[in-house]
């Protein structure tokens, strides 16, 4: 299988735009995921062919250690300890909107130009060279197309990095938006040398005790709205009892995980009065549409939102966002 014309015109592009200009700045949005932190470390290997200075930062204080197996994750940089850094060129992944690098946009210097590598639906034209292709599973698959197409070898560390990315937006191969190029990607990285196994065992089989119990919490406190066609599950300050956002996340797919269910949020209080909330759906519902009525956003069957405030204000008015489109 080949890459897409598409993919190979904008990667050329982009391979250009590298070995003609220097001193990157990489970034991906705020609460890192996998698939940001993974395009963008795939992209510092694919540089350090290229002998290019770089500076991975991220706007969050703490990157998700479960992704710490990845090359250059200990280049990471936060935001704060970045001022006054050499920058001359950006390279972005998974950012629909440069709003959503946090701080991080204030980085990138006024002139300087802009790659963008992303597979959300655009929200804002920011940079000078793009490739987006909203029916990729991921930004790093998009990065795999970049390293397929420059010649270069991709080698075991690469592998990883990709395929991380990979499992991780498809919820291990299993949402809509995995397809056949991605199991033909993964199979050339597993020859390359990746442990499936391996790689699904850090990041979605090693949560603390802790963790899983307050996952245990999560279900129950489960309700249905909507005649069944909305589950929410719901974690106070309290409850969320200090877990990582990463190792409870798996409730956001357990909303969605009931027979009838339609769409289900995982709405949880990280800061006392503060919340986030996670979208999922498995009908025509666009969660993305939802999510942006309250100032997020994300993909149609994934997305996400924050909110200061409390539960019993928000829901209704979310529910009714919801219900518009039902
Ligand atoms: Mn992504």
């Known amino acids: 299988m080949k890459a897409k014309q598409a993919h190979i015109d904008s990667a050329n592009k982009i391979l250009e735009f590298i070995s003609d200009n220097d001193n990157f700045i990489l970034s991906a949005h705020v609460n890192a995921d996998g698939d940001a932190v993974a395009s ?179 279900l129950a406190n489960m309700e249905s709205f909507l005649d069944g066609a909305v589950i929410v599950i719901y974690l106070s300050f309290n409850e969320m009892n200090n877990n990582d956002q990463g190792e409870v996340e798996e409730l956001a797919n357990y909303s969605v995980a009931i027979r009838g269910g339609k769409v289900g949020l995982f709405m949880r209080e990280a800061n006392p009065g503060f919340h986030k909330v996670s979208f999922r759906s498995k009908c025509h519902v666009d969660v993305n549409k939802v999510a942006k009525a309250f100032g997020g956003g994300g993909h149609i069957r994934a997305a996400g939102c924050k909110f200061e405030g409390l539960k019993d204000e928000m829901l209704p008015k979310i529910l009714e966002e919801i219900r518009k489109q039902l």
């Open 40 to 218: 963008v470390l795939a992209v510092s290997m694919l540089l350090d062919f290229y002998n290019k200075t770089y500076f991975a930062v991220f706007n969050d204080q703490q990157i998700d250690s479960r992704f710490n197996y990845i090359k250059n994750f200990d280049k990471i940089i936060n935001y704060k300890d970045s001022l006054n850094l050499p920058i001359q060129s950006a390279i972005i992944c998974d950012v629909p909107g440069l709003h959503r690098l946090g701080d991080v946009e204030n980085l990138i210097p006024e002139k300087s130009k802009i790659i963008k590598i992303d597979h959300h639906p655009i929200e804002d034209e920011f940079a000078a060279i793009n490739m987006v292709d909203t029916k990729a599973s991921s930004t790093s698959q998009l990065v795999y197309e970049i390293l397929d197409i420059s010649g270069l070898e991709i080698g075991v560390e690469e592998a990883k990095a990709i395929y991380t990315g990979i499992v991780y937006d498809t919820g291990r191969f299993s949402f809509s938006n995995t397809t056949a190029r991605d199991m033909f990607i993964c199979s050339k990285l597993i020859e390359i040398g990746v442990s499936p196994s391996d790689i699904t065992e850090r990041i979605f089989f090693s949560s603390s005790f802790k963790a899983l119990q307050t996952i245990g919490t999560g």
